[in-house]
């Protein structure tokens, strides 16, 4: 049975004619004799029938598993086929998204920098009338060059604030006002809350303690969030659309808040949400929340989602408040 | 007096962007008021004089696109130029379709400005000026009797007075009698002038 299991059918049936041949030795009256008395050969037919019938049955199992075991090889192959294919549309689709955010980004900072631009250019136009007037209206030019200057030097932040927004700051984690951090963003995404017709608010407390973290990252993660809360606005018509930042210090921690008043969470898709590669979005990649989770747990804080009782969704996550001396 | 200077109303939520306009349109001696929001110029009094809208496209709450049909659907008929730093073909062509004087794209020059702003307070002074020769022929017709209204609807569509007096059951000399009262009240020296007022009257008479 053993050897139909290992060996299949041909060396079965070996073992079973061996056994046999032994058994009439040494168990099958006369012992130590080939021959088979009469009364002993009922039984010995028997035992040939079951060792046959054993090793056949035992040798037709093996042959299953064996097909089983090819079929699985298969199915395993097929397997990783499809997921490297659905790798390739990730990454298709990453790509994707990436270039259409930077595409609306493009489009946040053009505006950002073409509105200063436009009143130094009209101050500039202006600046001439007053001057070809006779006599010249100084006071008038002066006024007018010194919004100028102050256009000029805004459009100048916006372009420093874009460039610290994107440069990859040293990894090492620098004392951060989230007030001006979530300032920025909010003047940041200003233009694309209008053009989707949601307002968004702040709800900031002053002089808050500075927490300890990566700019970018801390930037990554509160853009997510707000993104993502406007994306959930985007079907609300029964009320306001509206986005709300707030921030405040709880004992020994901060905790941000972006509260949307969009479609909300059932339980279904709260308990997903931070998993990787789920999204709600018909052109989501599903990374956004998981990465922002794990950016947030890097800087010993949490992040969860909960629902807004009066409709939406909150999602807030927690930063330590360190002292200062403690840091080295 | 200040009152009936040309007023350029700017409607712009970026402060910089309205005050320079502001700016530049007191340097060449035209008066600006300046405001945030559509609604905020919505609920502004504004001074009966003539008037022209320069109006951002992209607004917080009601934008400026939909700012151009609130004001179409309230009879407002101020001109309008449009400025915008995402121009693109569909909104121009819809803005023009919808009676837009000119479509602006920031940053612009001067001369761009001006000239739209001097053709959108010309169109409104003639606009006013029709609107108010047509209050006046309206207070004229408000004097006629409603007799004189059939004689003088039926007179502007070249009918004699045998005719009109067939169509009304009235003698010939009856006919005449309302007729020169209808010239006397409306103040028109000849027929041909009946006629014109008629003409300008028309949208509101025929109702």
Known sequence: MASAWFGGTGSGFFAVLISTALIDYFFVPPFHSFSISTSAEAYFIAFVVCALVASWVSSGKKKGEEALKEALDLLEVRVSERTAELLKTQAELTRLSQVLSMGELTASIAHEINQPLTAVVTHGHACIEWLSASPPNLEKTRQTVERMIEDGTRAGAVLSRIRALFKKESPAKDWLDTNELIHELTTFLRDEAIRRRILIRTDLVPSLPKVKADRVQLQQVVLNLMMNGMDATAETTDRPRELLISVRGKESELVVRVEDSGVGLDPETAAKIFDPFFTTKPHGIGMGLSISRSIIEAHEGRLWASPRPSGGAIFQFTLPIQSRDSDG | ?207
């Open chain 2, 1 to 207: 007096m200040a009152d009936n200077r040309p007023t350029i109303f700017v409607v712009d939520d970026d402060a910089s962007v309205r005050d320079a306009i502001s700016n530049l349109l007191e340097s060449v001696g035209l008066r600006a008021l300046v405001f945030g929001s559509t609604e905020e110029f919505w609920k502004s009094a504004r001074p009966d004089a003539p008037g022209c809208l320069v109006l951002d496209v992209r607004l917080p709450g009601v934008n400026g696109l939909e700012f151009q049909e609130v004001l179409a659907k309230n009879a407002v008929s101020i001109p309008i130029i449009f400025i915008t730093a995402h121009g693109d073909v569909p909104m121009t062509s819809r803005a023009m379709k919808a009676g837009a004087i000119e479509f602006l794209m920031k940053p612009f020059q001067k001369e761009e400005l001006l000239a739209a702003v001097h053709n959108g307070l010309d169109r409104d002074r003639i606009r006013r000026h029709e609107r108010a020769e047509v209050s006046v022929l309206q207070s004229r017709v408000e004097q006629l009797t409603a007799r004189e209204r059939e004689v003088m609807n039926l007179v502007v569509t070249g009918l004699i007075n045998k005719e009109i007096g067939a169509q009304l059951g009235l003698s010939e000399v009856t006919v005449k009698i309302h007729r020169s009262r209808v010239m006397q009240k409306m103040e028109a020296a000849s027929l041909a002038e009946l006629v014109r007022m008629s003409e300008k009257l028309k949208p509101r008479v025929r109702i």
